[in-house]
């Protein structure tokens, strides 16, 4: 598996069945929030992501969301809405927020995945740190301006990488 690779492309989070996570060994998991758990276009997270992180959180696994987002009130607003503890302006691709969310949750990296909409920023960041990496579909078309760029080269890229849809 490349470093610059996701170890797995799904079309969507609600998607990730957690038994076969729970079963490979996984105890923890890192969402990002824009795009993967909050649309870029509203506030909240529609309800099938709610449902997802609750069993999720019923089938045992860790959660931490790791947010580039720099407006520490709305990826606070989002922590309280999905009861999840929060890194905000975490610098992805650098892989330190991901270091710090494991040692705050106590678990190894091989027991974690993270799971984010970008190549370069989610997939890069959890790979630099040695941990698996999920990208999902961005939930929306609505993206900052310098993202909407590196979606240019994101497509390039996962041009021939199937998505489990
Ligand atoms: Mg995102």
């Known amino acids: 598996?490349?470093?610059?690779?996701?170890?797995?492309?799904?079309?969507?989070?609600?998607?990730i069945d957690l038994d076969d996570l729970w079963a490979s060994g996984k105890r923890a998991i890192m969402l990002d929030?824009?795009?993967?758990?909050?649309?870029?276009?509203?506030?909240?997270?529609?309800a099938s992501v709610l449902a997802w992180l609750d069993a999720a959180r019923d089938r045992g696994f860790k959660l931490y969301m790791v947010s580039n987002n720099w407006h520490k009130d709305q990826v606070q607003r989002s922590s309280s809405e999905l009861g999840l503890d929060f890194i905000c302006f975490a610098c992805k691709p650098l892989p330190f927020a991901l270091n710090r969310a494991l040692a705050r949750m106590?678990?190894?990296h091989e027991?974690?995945?993270l799971i984010g909409d970008q190549l370069y920023t989610d997939v890069w960041a959890g790979n630099f740190a040695g941990v698996d990496?999920?990208?999902?579909?961005?939930q929306t078309h609505v993206d900052l301006w310098y993202t909407q760029i590196f979606r240019i080269f994101e497509r390039r890229a996962l041009r021939n990488v199937p998505c489990e849809e």
């Open 1 to 15: 598996m490349s470093i610059w690779a996701p170890k797995r492309y799904v079309s969507r989070v609600e998607r």
């Open 33 to 46: 929030r824009d795009n993967t758990l909050v649309p870029r276009d509203r506030k909240t997270a529609p």
């Open 106 to 108: 106590g678990v190894a």
């Open 111 to 113: 027991a974690a995945v």
């Open 133 to 138: 990496t999920i990208l999902v579909k961005p």
